[in-house]
């Protein structure tokens, strides 16, 4: 039978025709059914382990997993008896029962599935509470920490990392009550394959997975008027962090957050846009370098450093693909520390630089020693999305309706190049942009690359330049970045340029954004659209749309680094990768 | 015949060297244990001492069952069965057997106390005369780690049958038409089994053998795959031919090196006489085993995680549907079945399903191994056809209680079985029967309890090893059995509470249809039927904070009474310095002190200790 047959199925006893291969719970939810859920996840593998989303078919001796069983002609559910009831409330407090009983100065408070669960299951007694699992909390990470404690064991976090990104940094271990989920022979996080892409912290229903949390710092460095504090903002933070104060995905707020970030205390607000300019400037000379037989073909990008940590594990034969150049943060901390100090008269030791990231994988690469400036930090702390959405909050700030305020000069107008970097496609449709008339003298009229925008996994544009064809490709997600590099590997001509973004839809996606709200699941691709949208809309309404046409990029040049790739250029804003071979890991395997 | 092929090379025979007698020696785990390898020694020596070697063929056979008496040795021709066997006996039953030719009949199994003479043919033993050994037919009769032997007894003519004279579709039907039904537990029919992977769609099919045995004083398994290595592979290779898979996988746990040595060797041999590998037999059939190695989780017994852990994966069930006859083993379709039903497969192909099927009852065909343990005379490893009794497996096979205890409960199924009472004894063995009757086939394990044993205790005996094998997925399985075992633990520590019982019920009740796979929903078992059958223990353990049968110690309370003489034993072995006392006047134990270990009670020559 195909698949788009249609069957006859009862839900408490009323008749409903449904596509058959459905499972219980999909023809459920297209009529009016919300069976409660919780292990369930649309990106991922069916688990079933959960329970909470059990039904009575009549004919089977057991509840059915509504998220694992297929409709079948004639089956007769029952998705809401006494017996049942019961049931999905027993599980869930088992749930509760083994969990710690902190939820008021829990991380996820208020924003906890199994919170929501318990509280939907009237769960207001506890009949079963015994001994609760402990295991020490793993902080060795720059970016993620993992707190087995709160671990509800519904492997969203081992499946996103093994089916989405492919990194399978997670597993099982261990039996019955004692099972946990840890990295391979239980290695720190920080020694593991772990990329720190964070997309743990984002499917994980409690606070199993939180970021490295570095507020209190903060404030503790905004309070000291003996330092300038610097804020970068990465573009598609501007493009979420509107939820995180109840605001409908989309609305881009730069404005407001320059304004808040201000009243916080920091000095200087700059843009990441600006030196997302600046990195095309850079990648853009290097790429037509490179296709002018000057190194290895395809280039890759190194904007995204979980994708960075992940090459360095995994793919460390492709090491010399990839651009020399820094990440759009580093190449800002790196102003921040050597050109911006000279312009207000100011010694780098006295610049504190935040970079305030979508992302939690930038914790660690702002602690990698290769991207220093002259033995200093050129990014002191980073911050998520959520972090600065708590700060702002806990100082009383209202960022929805303050006042915008523009960024600070000189490191803050940016092109529209420079904001559609947060999505996947953008860094590739930017550099595009600049690289063909860099190349050809010509000015490029089409200048938005529809093929390249959107969330499928792997997108292949050709470009002509001057009479030759480019061939480009762009892969979102570390999973479909590994698939795109099998291509590559396979057929080592077919691309000139790549673009690997290491989250679901790119930076937009990233593992340091607002949790999912009590309507949304994680990482909802209709969330993720308005978000890219918010992005492009901005680009659509900017003048200058091209990083080279961005007048205060030409004066840095003019002033300062000279001409791209040149020898500052060099020193300040490109970097070198290394492989680095984590336990049980073969070079070149995973093909 | 169809799209059978033919055979242009008939098996040839080989007859064993012409020997006057024949020694079987059980190397099953027991009597190996009981260090049958030392007799091995002593035979060989004292057969070259009497010089009589040349006429003699020792056998190192598989389990014979009557692990109670192990070693155990038979002496051919007659069958003549010698049991507790030590080194220092081996040169008086040389001599007497095989130079006196008399049997040395102080060591002959015999059971007939009246007139204590000893019968000569081994069937005529009680213990072998209500068994029916199709499953273990060669286990105890042949060499295992000989394929020559396995050809004397009609070895691999199965197998050449089906490749000559069937179809794959009329090998179906046979095992069909047999009633053959799982051996794992579970007794799903295995013709079915075979038709639905045979008709799922796919090139490529896999062949599983289940050997993950891991109940609890179970080793059905492991001694038909020690004693009989080939019937497995036979019934595997015409499983395989059946449903059109050229792969078959053997995964037992690493825990039986034995079984893997004589597997290995097995398949080796099969694969030189060209049994296994390609064109098998000269057919266009071609067929290979490989065996994988369990890491000794209980779980991966289940179809689903069994297929997982071969893949490399962490062993945890799947969600079924699709069931593995249509998406198994990297996601082909698959055909997995337990060792016991592979091993019946050959005599069913050989004998015909007409006669397999009129054995047994109605709706259980064949025979079925139990592995008894526990309170009974003795214990070891018996097959009965089904519809024996319990009764006539306990009593009758196996010599019913020891030490004049009354019979109390048995327990069938494994950790997750149920425990029938004096009421089921009648029971037939079959699916049907047993299931009514409160517990389930299993895989065959069989606990025998005598009314020395507190049923609380033993509820959570397994519980908490099925809790220990929970492989963590599913929340009523993880959480649930966890809470359970918590409450159970409770109540045989005294501290039980009133609303306990009810929700153990409540818990068992939704554990048993919640859970994602068989394991968690068979795990309350032992806690449900004990306390639709016990309930009184568990009322007297709560409300009483009583243990009728002095098992749950924390329950006991010791006591002097007047017989005392005050001679100070008990004080000197008190290890909590608990009984205070003067020189010959009586004791007193300080029950706030006393730990309950018992000692004073072992040491006191006057009965003046009380247990209550």
């Excluded at chain 1, 449904?18 to 009016?32: C, L």
């Excluded at chain 2, 005379?377 to 056809?385: H, I, K, M, Q, Y």
């Excluded at chain 2, 918590?486 to 509470?497: A, P, S, V, Y």
């Amino acid at each position: 039978m195909a698949k788009d047959s249609i069957v006859t199925i009862y839900i408490n006893e009323k008749e409903y025709k449904v596509k058959e291969g459905q499972t219980i719970m999909q023809a459920a939810d297209s009529h009016g059914f919300k069976i409660p859920r919780l292990c369930y996840h649309p990106k991922l593998s069916i688990e079933g382990a959960c329970r909470v989303c059990i039904v009575e078919v009549e004919g089977m001796k057991t509840y059915a997993a509504s998220c694992a069983c297929p409709v079948a002609e004639g089956m007769r559910i029952h998705t809401n008896t006494k017996e049942l009831r019961r049931a999905r409330r027993d599980i869930v407090e088992l749930i509760l029962d083994n969990h710690p009983k902190d939820c008021h100065t829990c991380e996820r408070d208020g924003n906890c599935e199994l919170q929501r669960l318990a509280y939907a299951m009237g769960i207001r007694h506890r009949h079963f509470e015994g001994e609760r699992k402990h295991y020490e909390k793993d902080l060795s990470s720059e970016s993620v920490i993992r707190d087995p404690d709160k671990c509800i064991l519904c492997g969203r976090c081992v499946r996103i990392c093994s089916e989405v990104q492919k990194v399978n940094a997670l597993g099982y271990a261990h039996r019955g009550f004692k099972t946990v989920v840890m990295p391979a022979f239980n290695a720190p996080f920080s020694e593991s394959v772990c990329s720190n892409c964070g997309q743990c912290i984002n499917v994980c229903p409690t606070a199993s997975f939180v970021e490295k949390n570095y507020t209190q710092e903060l404030f503790e460095k905004l309070d000291n008027p003996d330092i300038i504090k610097i804020a970068q903002i990465a573009p598609s933070v501007r493009a979420a962090i509107g939820e995180a104060f109840g605001l409908p995905p989309g609305r881009a707020m730069h404005g407001e957050l320059a304004a808040s970030l201000r009243k916080l205390g920091f000095d200087y607000v700059f843009d990441t846009q600006f030196s997302a300019d600046l990195t095309i400037m850079e990648e853009a000379s290097e790429f037509l370098e490179r296709l002018q037989g000057n190194g290895p073909l395809p280039m890759i990008t190194s904007c995204s450093s979980a994708w960075m940590k992940y090459v360095e594990h995994f793919h460390p034969d492709f090491l010399p693909n990839i651009s020399t150049c820094k990440s759009p943060m580093a190449m800002m901390g790196a102003l921040t520390k050597t050109y911006f100090p000279g312009k207000i008269k100011k010694k780098p030791e006295e610049i504190f630089s935040v970079a305030i990231m979508c992302c939690t994988a930038k914790k660690y690469e702002a602690a990698r020693p290769e991207l220093m400036v002259d033995g200093i930090r050129s990014v002191d702390l980073v911050v998520t999305t959520r972090e600065i959405a708590w700060m702002i909050k806990s100082a009383g700030i209202d960022l929805v309706n303050i006042k915008p305020q523009d960024f600070d000069a000189p490191l803050g107008i940016s092109s529209g190049a420079g904001a559609i970097f947060g999505a996947t496609g953008g860094v590739m449709e930017a550099a595009i942009r600049t690289a063909y008339e860099l190349y050809t003298g010509e000015t490029l009229l089409d200048i938005e690359l529809a093929s390249l925008r959107g969330f499928h996994g792997i997108k292949e544009a050709e470009i002509v330049i001057d009479g030759k064809p480019i061939r480009v490709a762009v892969a979102h997600g570390l999973g479909n970045a590994q698939e795109l590099l099998a291509i590559a590997k396979k057929d080592p001509k077919r691309y000139h340029f790549i673009e690997v973004m290491g989250c679901p839809g790119g930076c937009i996606g990233g593992g340091g954004q607002p949790y999912a709200t009590a309507n949304s699941i994680p990482l909802d691709e209709e969330c993720l659209a308005k978000r890219a949208e918010a992005l492009y809309a901005i680009d659509r309404e900017k003048t200058i749309r091209r990083s080279h046409d961005n007048p205060d990029i030409q004066r840095l040049y003019r002033e300062y680094l000279g001409r791209p790739l040149g020898q500052l250029s060099h020193k300040l804003l490109h970097t070198h990768y290394g492989a680095k071979l984590p336990r049980g890991i073969i070079v070149g395997g995973g093909e | 015949m169809g799209d059978s092929v033919t055979t242009n090379q008939p098996i040839e025979k080989r007859p064993r060297k012409q020997v006057e007698y024949n020694i079987i020696l059980c190397s099953g785990p027991s009597c190996l244990h009981n260090k049958s390898s030392e007799l091995y020694t002593e035979i060989v020596k004292q057969l070259e001492a009497f010089n009589c070697q040349s006429k003699v063929e020792i056998i190192l056979s598989g389990c014979l069952g009557m692990c109670a008496r192990g070693p155990i040795m038979v002496i051919n021709p007659g069958y003549i069965l010698y049991g507790d066997v030590g080194v220092n006996d081996v040169h008086d039953i040389i001599k007497g057997h095989i130079v006196d030719k008399t049997p040395f009949s102080q060591k002959v199994i015999h059971e007939d106390h009246l007139f204590n003479r000893f019968y000569r043919v081994f069937g005529d033993v009680k213990f072998f005369g209500k068994q029916m050994r199709i499953a273990l037919r060669n286990c105890g009769i042949i060499d295992p780690e000989k394929i020559d032997d396995y050809l004397s007894v009609r070895g691999y003519e199965a197998l050449a049958k089906v490749l000559t004279d069937y179809s794959p579709a009329e090998v179906i039907h046979q095992i069909q038409d047999s009633g053959l039904r799982g051996r794992g537990g579970a007794g799903f029919p295995t013709g079915l089994k075979w038709k639905l992977t045979a008709d799922a769609e796919g090139e490529v099919k896999y062949v599983i053998c289940n050997a993950d045995e891991g109940d609890p004083g179970a080793f059905m398994d492991r001694s038909a795959i020690e004693g009989d290595p080939h019937s497995i592979i036979e019934g595997m290779l015409i499983g395989g031919y059946a449903v059109g898979a050229k792969k078959g996988f053997l995964y037992i746990r690493a825990e039986y090196p034995l079984a893997i040595k004589r597997l290995e060797k097995a398949l080796t041999a099969a694969r030189e006489q060209n049994f296994l590998g390609d064109n098998i037999l000269g057919s266009n059939y071609s067929f290979d085993i490989e065996i994988r190695l369990g890491a000794g989780a209980f779980v991966c017994g289940e179809e689903t995680a069994l297929i997982q852990s071969i893949e490399g994966e962490r062993g945890m069930p799947r969600p079924r549907p699709p069931y593995p006859s249509v998406r198994g083993l990297f996601d082909k379709p698959t055909l997995t079945n337990n060792v016991e039903t592979w091993a019946n497969i050959p005599v069913i192909i050989l004998d015909g399903a007409k006669w397999f099927s009129t054995i047994g009852t109605k709706s259980s065909k064949g025979t079925k191994v139990f592995a008894v343990a526990g309170n009974v005379e003795n214990t070891g490893l018996v097959e009965v056809p089904m519809g024996t009794t319990l009764r006539e497996i306990i009593f009758d096979i196996c010599g019913g209680i020891p030490g004049n205890r009354k019979f109390k409960a048995l327990q069938t199924g494994g950790p997750s079985g149920g425990c029938l009472t004096e009421d089921s004894l009648d029971t037939q063995v079959d699916y049907e029967s047993l299931a009514k009757a409160g517990s389930f086939m299993g895989s065959g394990g069989m606990i025998v309890m005598d009314d020395t044993t507190c049923m609380v205790n033993v509820a959570r005996y397994f519980l908490e090893f099925t809790q220990n094998e929970s492989c963590g997925k599913c929340t009523p399985c993880r959480e649930g059995t966890k809470r359970m075992l918590e409450i159970l633990t409770r109540i045989t520590d005294g501290r039980g509470e009133v609303k306990d019982i009810e929700k153990l019920e409540r818990l068992g009740a939704m554990i048993s249809k919640a859970s994602l796979c068989g394991l968690g929903r068979s795990a309350p078992n032992p806690v449900l039927s004990t306390l639709s059958k016990f309930r009184n223990e568990y009322e007297d353990h709560i409300l009483h904070k009583k243990c009728t049968t002095g098992s749950c110690q924390a329950m006991l309370t010791y006591s002097i009474n007047d017989q005392c003489i005050g001679c100070g034993a008990c004080i000197r072995v008190c290890p909590v310095n608990a009984i205070k006392g003067i020189k010959r006047n009586p004791h007193t134990i300080d029950s706030e002190l006393c730990i309950k270990c018992g000692e004073c009670m072992k040491v006191c020559k006057f009965r003046a200790i009380d247990r209550v």
